[in-house]
């Protein structure tokens, strides 16, 4: 599952052994007026009709796939550059969500790349916009105003059992300072799926089946 506004493209140079491993992609749907999270990943989890699956998600696709866990049954739960629980939510957003200050955010300038990539990603890629043109493809307001929102009020507080929360040394969105019990990635940034897909290559095969 991948980040906020971000389409599936983001897991383009992930290859996994075939003969092990059956890959399936997940993408984001316009949610309904007033739909809750649980609402929203009750209805992406009909969309998988496998059995012993292991569910990843990236950024806000790892939190989404934490509340889809909820209702089927999992092996593993992987999240990458995100957050297990509100405690690891960086200090703005917390502080946002008292103040709800995040509703005065321009959101209705998504079809600007380069809002949409500092809202997706955390940063400013002024070299990479036309890179980034291909991955961050929602750029419906409303879609990105709920996303906000749901992340800003997310409130989960237990850690799920069977998960393996993997995070870069360097992401910027949700800084490591805050993050327990990881697998760090050196000098990775919250893009580092993307940038550092050699490393996820080489070790999520055992991640998965360990």
Avoid at 169 to 174: H, L, M, N, S, T
Wanted: charged share 25%; glycine share 4%; net charge positive.
């Amino acid at each position: 599952m991948p980040g906020m506004a971000a389409n599936p493209s983001i897991f383009k140079n992930i290859k996994l052994p075939t003969d092990v491993f059956e890959q399936h992609l997940l993408d984001w749907f316009l949610p309904t007026e007033n739909m809750s999270l649980a609402e929203y990943a009750q209805k992406m989890n009909e969309r998988i009709h496998h059995k012993n699956i292991v569910l990843i998600g990236v950024s806000f696709g790892g939190m989404l796939v934490q509340e889809m866990a909820k209702f089927i049954e999992v092996k593993k739960i992987i999240i990458i550059s995100s957050v297990k629980t509100t405690t690891e939510l960086p200090g703005r957003m917390r502080f946002a969500k008292h103040t709800k200050i995040y509703k005065l955010l321009p959101t209705g300038l998504v079809n600007n790349i380069e809002v949409l990539a500092k809202y997706g990603f955390g940063e400013t890629f002024t070299k990479r916009l036309a890179l980034y043109e291909e991955y961050l493809s929602i750029r419906d307001q409303k879609y990105i105003d709920w996303s906000i929102d749901k992340i800003v009020n997310w409130s989960q507080v237990d850690i799920p059992k069977n998960l393996v929360h993997i995070h870069g040394e360097k992401d910027a969105v949700f800084p490591i300072i805050r993050i327990t019990d990881c697998i760090s990635v050196k000098n990775g940034t919250h893009t580092m799926i993307i940038h550092r897909a050699k490393w996820f290559n080489e070790h999520l095969p055992t991640i998965i089946l360990e």
